[in-house]
């Protein structure tokens, strides 16, 4: 397996070109035959630390309101946010998602929550174990994992913010908790212990919770087979299928649409697009690079507030088309605001490789284009 990915930091220079998907593909189909997206997602994991420094958050008419407020108004009923073990600055920790998850649930939508299994950012290109957890061999992480779910799950049930869906891990293309959950000579066992353990401890807390385990292979049918057959021949169990698509790293929509199609067919669970999302400008609101730049970075979509809602409105008609459930946008509140870098272990001095990708300009406005559509 190709390791590549990822935020926020530069990814490795393994890029796709995107064709413009014909239109006959990423057209709604007609009424009686489209399937529905119930799952319209936003992950909102850097909206506390926004709001707490101040940041502000308006409406297409320009009137300033809570972003999940906003975000409902344009179509989202799902949010989900990352929890690290014990990052640095204090934000994404089981304290933090606990307080939010009270906000979320007011609001009146269900709830995601993406476990990293890590203090810091978990990708395909990096799997680090928690400080906490770093010595522990592959027996004590079962218990690790087990306990650590359990408990973030059962203290958000126990506040009456029960998740509705939980990550077992996130874009763990080559497994999780390193290195003894890495997937290694196409060894599944480890892993598949790992994931058995989380997914125990969601069903303990809570039966009706959806478990999901979140991959980035929506860019090769090969690759996702390759992780999904291994786990499915070592009995672990999920209930949902997650991908990630940036089609400017996962290739065309056809072949995401391909993807969908045979994931759901070959494994008989639903799919959800975890993760998604497109600049709005090619310009870089601060002093760290952005991770993704050019005037359009996928052909046929200009970085801009049409080019934005156009690329996402494709990718959820190309969804929805091949048969998946959701469709989530990555991080769209996330714009510059000093003091909410990426690096948790310097947030106040780094800045915001995304800052071109949210939803909400340097001023916090909102494309008034963009709309999540079931």
Not at 16 to 33: C, D, I, K, N, Y
Not at 88 to 116: E, R
Not at 127 to 154: F, M, R
Request: charged share 15%.
């Amino acid at each position: 397996m190709t390791v590549w990915h990822r935020r926020p930091r530069a990814r490795a220079a393994l890029l796709f070109v995107t064709a413009f998907l014909p239109a006959m593909l990423v057209a709604a189909p007609p009424a009686a035959a489209a399937n529905t997206l119930t799952m319209l997602g936003a992950d909102v994991s850097s909206v506390q630390r926004s709001l707490d420094l101040g940041a502000k958050y308006y409406d297409a008419a320009g009137t300033a309101k809570d972003p999940l407020d906003i975000l409902k108004g344009i179509g989202v009923n799902y949010a989900r946010l990352r929890v690290w073990n014990n990052p640095a600055s204090g934000y994404n920790n089981k304290a933090k998602v606990l307080a939010y998850a009270k906000t979320v649930k007011a609001k009146g939508l269900k709830l995601m929550v993406d476990f990293h299994y890590s203090d810091t950012w978990a990708d395909p290109g990096k799997q680090y174990k928690p400080a906490a957890w770093a010595s522990h061999g592959i027996s004590q992480l079962q218990t690790d994992v087990y306990n650590y779910t359990y408990d973030v799950c059962n203290s958000l049930k126990a506040q009456g913010t029960t998740p509705d869906s939980i990550q077992i891990g996130n874009e763990i293309n080559v497994g999780m908790l390193w290195n003894d959950g890495k997937v290694v000579n196409n060894d599944f066992t480890n892993l598949s212990l790992l994931l058995k353990s989380g997914y125990n401890a969601v069903k303990a807390c809570n039966s009706g919770t959806q478990v999901i385990i979140h991959t980035a292979d929506a860019d090769s049918m090969a690759n996702a087979r390759w992780f999904y057959d291994g786990i499915k021949a070592k009995g672990v169990a999920w209930d949902i299928t997650g991908l990630s698509y940036y089609c400017m790293w996962h290739g065309t929509l056809t072949n995401l649409y391909n993807v969908i199609v045979d994931v759901k067919s070959r494994y008989g669970k639903p799919v959800v697009l975890a993760e998604t999302a497109y600049p709005f400008t090619s310009a870089n609101a601060d002093s760290e690079a952005n991770s993704i730049s050019g005037s359009a970075p996928c052909s046929g979509y200009a970085a801009s507030w049409s080019g934005q809602a156009t690329e996402f409105t494709h990718v959820q008609n190309t969804a929805r088309n091949a048969g998946a459930i959701g469709v989530f946008y990555w991080e769209p509140t996330w714009y510059a605001i000093s003091g909410n870098g990426w690096d948790p272990a310097n947030i106040n001095g780094t800045g915001d490789q995304w800052d071109n990708m949210a939803i909400f300009d340097w001023t916090g406005h909102v494309n008034p284009n963009v709309v999540w559509t079931p």
